[in-house]
């Protein structure tokens, strides 16, 4: 998505090898011109799978989820990240690795919003080791749901997370997709 | 706002006395179409305000914030609530009670995000004691910005924040204002 790719390249701040800030676009300021431009696209690509539900992680996946389920009138439902031990029994759970803070959380989301009748159009900002996303397809599992498709924001391609949920079988598309970044010589895109 | 009051009055679950669950429709699975009309309701009371920045909190409010800064043509910019103490300096923050979990946390906001030339409106999701709610506004002080509206999703008009809030000066309009509720008596709606 050339809007997306731009702005990254414009707005986008790597620090490192592997860490890019969107925080002036996407996860903290919002472009919300720009967040509709990608709900629009997602629904250009998935919209004759016959999406039932938008599902998604808090927090920063909410924005996309809810951009994009308006394009495909079904209602969003995101994930929650536990705070405690306050599961209840009518919830899916998953147990999420953060690389980022190298510990595990579950996520959770209550039986009511999610089952077998349903086909899902998982969406995130970020696909890096892929361990959130991994998280939401085994709720989609436990809800025997059907996955119609994977919309994710920006993949690093250089993490192993899209390749491996790719060669699972999943109808993965990023809508960019960072080959390699570095605070001296940039972003290079790629396709998948 | 009828439409969100009779969503809530059909949808909403009351458990106990001050327990109202809106994960049906509002911050678990999300009806994008309530959430666009929320927005466009927010538009209507406070279009004329000069707003250039819609914040909230994240992850409830980041759904309505959004929704919001879409009629508006405004960034939208949700406050974090703080996991470790990887505040920067570059950073406003404020502490808040949660009285769900009777403990405190810290909100943050990049101080890129928020100027002394931003006229801000406020949203979020619930309205009770107000200690979100406050330490949001203490966000837009320490920036030096105005507040040009606060707009709540639901009120509960039997706490106390709203009172308190508005004997301060602010222009808070509740959409839905719960005056008093129980499990065998149904939801009574108000208006301040």
């Known amino acids: 998505m050339k809007l997306l790719e731009e702005r990254i390249a ?3 701040r790597v620090i490192g090898s592997e860490i890019l800030k969107v925080d002036s676009f996407l996860n ?3 472009d919300v011109e720009l967040l509709d431009e990608i709900g ?9 799978e016959g999406i039932t539900k938008v599902i998604t992680i808090e927090a920063s996946g909410i924005a996309i989820g809810c951009a994009a389920a308006r394009y495909f009138k079904v209602p969003c439902v995101f994930a929650k990240k536990a705070r405690s031990l306050n ?5 899916y759970t998953a147990r999420v690795h953060s690389f980022t803070y190298d510990n595990d959380y579950d ?10 009748d349903d086909r899902v159009l998982i969406v995130d900002d970020f696909l890096a080791n892929g361990a959130a996303l991994r998280g939401l397809i085994s709720i989609c599992e436990q809800a025997g749901a059907s996955i119609g498709g994977i919309g994710i924001c920006i993949e690093k391609g250089f993490q192993p997370g899209g390749e491996e949920i790719r060669a699972m079988g999943y109808p993965l598309q990023s809508l960019a997709v960072i080959e390699s970044m570095s605070e001296h010589h940039g972003i290079t895109f790629g396709t998948r």
Request: charged content about 25%; hydrophobic content about 25%; overall charge positive.
């Open 40 to 48: 629009k696209e997602l629904y250009r690509l998935f919209g004759n």
């Open 10 to 12: 414009r707005d986008g």
């Open 107 to 116: 996520i959770t989301m209550s039986q009511s919003y999610l089952s077998s």
């Open 87 to 91: 599961i209840g029994k009518d919830t």
């Open 28 to 30: 903290h300021q919002i």
